[in-house]
T-cell receptor, first 116, second 111 residues
Framework: DTEVTQTPKHLVMGMTNKKSLKCEQH?????MYWYKQKAKKPPELMFV???????INESVPSRFSPECPNSSLLNLHLHALQPEDSALYLC???????????????FGNGTRLTVT | RKEVEQDPGPFNVPEGATVAFNCTYS??????FFWYRQDCRKEPKLLMS???SGNEDGRFTAQLNRASQYISLLIRDSKLSDSATYLC????????????FGAGTRLTVKP
């Protein structure tokens, strides 16, 4: 079983809806990530939070809005999405200790999003 | 040039074969290297980290070549259960958390 929990597992939403994806980890990790994965493609980095601050935003459209309420929680707020945003959204965490490398990513099961 | 390049395959091998995957990376300052395995419709799972001196875990051997900027994964005595997509991950030009995936290599092990 994964130690990173994502909800919901599946989500279908219309283009005018507002929804949120949620991610939680209790491993004491201080970096949390959102990746987007389309079929037969690798995960594509969207956002990284380090110590609850947004450290990387890969020029993601503003219809995706991340939020890190505390070190254990990560949300992704969705609004006015397009059908091409349909994908698997993966949350991950890593230890992120200063000066430390090779802290691997631990992934949740993902949320499979369909935009109609 | 992509930050991380990986031959997408596919690789189709018989049981018992030895198979090797490579990934090249563009940032000479990269310090974090990993191999992940992803099964169909599942999340990526860590297979092994890659250390400078090379490391082995059972049938799996990972190596890092800093001079040529590539990492490799060797699987010996392939099993049917090794069939999956293998993805390399390297930290990118941003910072230690800028984790970038290669394209992934699809491996099918056949009886």
């Amino acid at each position: 079983d994964t130690e990173v929990t994502q909800t919901p597992k599946h989500l279908v939403m219309g283009m005018t809806n507002k929804k949120s994806l949620k991610c939680e980890q209790h491993m004491g990790h201080r970096a949390m990530y959102w990746y987007k994965q389309k079929a037969k493609k690798p995960p594509e980095l969207m956002f990284v939070y380090s110590y609850e601050k947004l450290s990387i935003n890969e020029s993601v459209p503003s219809r995706f809005s991340p939020e890190c309420p505390n070190s254990s929680l990560l949300n992704l707020h969705l609004h006015a999405l397009q059908p091409e945003d349909s994908a698997l959204y993966l949350c991950a965490s890593s230890q992120d200790r200063d000066g430390q490398y090779n802290s691997p990513l631990h992934f949740g099961n993902g949320t499979r999003l369909t935009v109609t | 040039r992509k930050e991380v390049e990986q031959d997408p395959g596919p690789f189709n091998v018989p049981e018992g074969a030895t198979v090797a995957f490579n990934c090249t990376y563009s940032n000479s300052a990269s310090q974090s290297f990993f191999w992940y395995r992803q099964d169909c419709r599942k999340e990526p799972k860590l297979l092994m980290s890659v250390y400078s001196s090379g490391n082995e875990d059972g049938r799996f051997t990972a190596q890092l070549n800093r001079a040529s900027q590539y990492i490799s994964l060797l699987i010996r005595d392939s099993k049917l259960s090794d069939s999956a997509t293998y993805l390399c991950v390297v930290n990118g030009v941003g910072n230690n958390n800028d984790m970038r995936f290669g394209a992934g290599t699809r491996l099918t092990v056949k009886p």
